[in-house]
């Protein structure tokens, strides 16, 4: 079940599944993450006598292990999304944390818009004085 899981996360980038499987599966595939990163012939052997899907694998080695080459650890993201009407098993997402577009656009936007000036009040100061730019042109005409 977690070799097939890991399949689905690594190919999707995201699944959704119940909590207790997610947890199940961090600690499945944040180790084989972390061995794609060195992508010898030993490591996608190891890799692929866990996974056993070749296309799962070289989807790892190529795209994945570029995306985290400087990560160290913490690979995944679990969000818990409610609870399942049937069971009322708790449910989750899990994904892979360098692939949600939406929340890496949010960071950037957040990181232009968070300097802010310790003295917000000159900027007021500037604005509320027009008489003072008008009268060097008063002058100026003169």
């Given at each position: 079940m977690l070799s097939n899981m890991?399949?689905?996360?690594?190919?999707?980038?995201?699944?959704?599944t119940t909590l207790a499987k997610a947890k199940a599966l961090r600690t499945f595939v944040e180790p084989l993450i972390t061995k794609s990163k060195e992508d010898t012939t030993h490591?996608?052997?190891?890799?692929?006598?866990?996974?056993k899907n070749k296309f799962a694998v070289s989807e790892l080695f190529r795209e994945i292990s570029g995306k985290v080459?400087?990560?160290?650890?913490?690979?995944?993201?679990?969000?818990?999304?409610?609870?399942?009407q049937g069971?009322?098993?708790?449910?989750c997402i899990i994904e892979l944390v360098d692939y949600n577009q939406h929340l890496l656009s949010?960071?950037?936007?957040s990181k232009a818009t968070t300097r802010r000036s310790r003295r917000a009040g000159s900027s007021v100061k500037k604005k509320a004085s027009p008489a003072a730019d008008k009268a060097p042109a008063a002058d100026a005409q003169e």
């Open positions: 890991a399949t689905s996360l690594i190919m999707h980038k995201r699944i959704s490591s996608r052997r190891v890799v692929f006598s866990m996974v080459a400087e990560r160290h650890g913490g690979y995944t993201r679990i969000i818990k999304t409610g609870f399942r069971d009322a098993a708790e449910m949010e960071k950037v936007a």
